[in-house]
């Protein structure tokens, strides 16, 4: 999952981090900590150990067991190695492990990342480092559905402004996505002007609780990848609601921000 051809810029996190789970680290033996069924903390990394297990009382390798989930703090896009006993035993984000190493790079991540145990297993040694953010090429812009429109229709699919990403879904009907096709009853103003509303069909199959980032396919609906932090205004004429879902970097549901009738 490396991440090539970026123009980087200084990197202002300092969160570099070793955990260090092999015979004689201070981390482990008398030292360490025996968490299951509860949660916990370990020099900074945070346990779920509601289910499965995390032990690194023994005196070498942290005992780790199917459903436990470590927490890593981060600061920021970094490179994270994890040391492991035994392949396949955990995963993170969308990332399973293949050998005995993994190791992934997370962008643009401010808290924590979750290292998941799908087996019982083993971790010698969790190592972060940062790595400077990918400098940014944003755009302002406006994106207008008659500006787009042939015919009466606008397509689905990817629309690039800077390092910025907008694309638009459609509902899969027989394999093929529904394109956006205008409804000359129903009218939006922006900046004083009116303008004709467009759809693409049903709204994703759970409007309401989308639980991982979804794709062109899935209903009619945008998603939009920014480049940076900034503003992002809606127009949309509707009978029922505006849903708003933010995602983390990996894909996973992160909050619904608003569901606001018109």
């Known amino acids: 999952m490396k991440i090539k051809n970026l123009t980087l810029v ?14 004689g680290s201070d981390l482990i033996g008398s030292n360490g900590k025996l968490i299951q069924g509860t949660t916990g ?25 199917t459903g436990a989930v470590v927490k890593i703090p981060v600061k920021g896009s970094c490179e994270i190695t994890i040391g492991s006993y035994k392949e396949k035993q955990a995963t993170i984000g969308r990332n399973r492990s293949r050998h005995y190493r993994i190791q992934v790079y997370i962008l643009r991540c401010s ?26 090429n944003v755009e302002n812009f406006t994106f207008v559905m008659d500006e787009h429109a042939v015919y009466g229709v606008v397509k689905t699919g990817e629309y690039k402004f800077g390092d ?6 459609g509902q899969t009907v027989g394999g093929v996505i529904t394109q956006y096709t205008v409804k000359p009853d129903k009218k939006v103003t922006i900046n004083g002007v009116e303008h004709d509303a ?21 209903g009619c609906l945008a998603t939009f990848t920014p480049a940076a932090k900034g503003m992002m ?23 619904m921000l608003i569901q606001k009738q018109d």
Request: no cysteine; proline share 3%; net charge negative.
């Open 10 to 23: 200084e990197s202002k996190d300092n969160g570099d981090r070793t955990w260090n789970f092999r015979k």
């Open 233 to 255: 205004t809606v127009y949309y004429n509707s009978t029922s609601f505006l849903r708003v879902h933010t995602f983390n970097a990996d894909g996973t549901k992160k909050a």
């Open 41 to 65: 903390e370990v020099n900074g990394l945070v346990i779920d150990a509601t289910t499965g297990k995390f032990d690194s009382t023994r005196s070498d390798w942290a005992q780790f067991n």
């Open 164 to 169: 910025s990403t907008l694309t638009l879904g």
């Open 198 to 218: 467009y759809t693409s069909g049903k709204r994703h199959a759970d409007a309401n609780n989308i639980p991982n980032l979804p794709g062109e396919g899935d």
């Open 111 to 136: 808290r924590y990342v979750d290292l998941v145990a799908t087996a019982d297993g083993y971790i010698g040694s969790i190592d972060v480092k940062h790595i400077a953010e990918p400098e940014a």
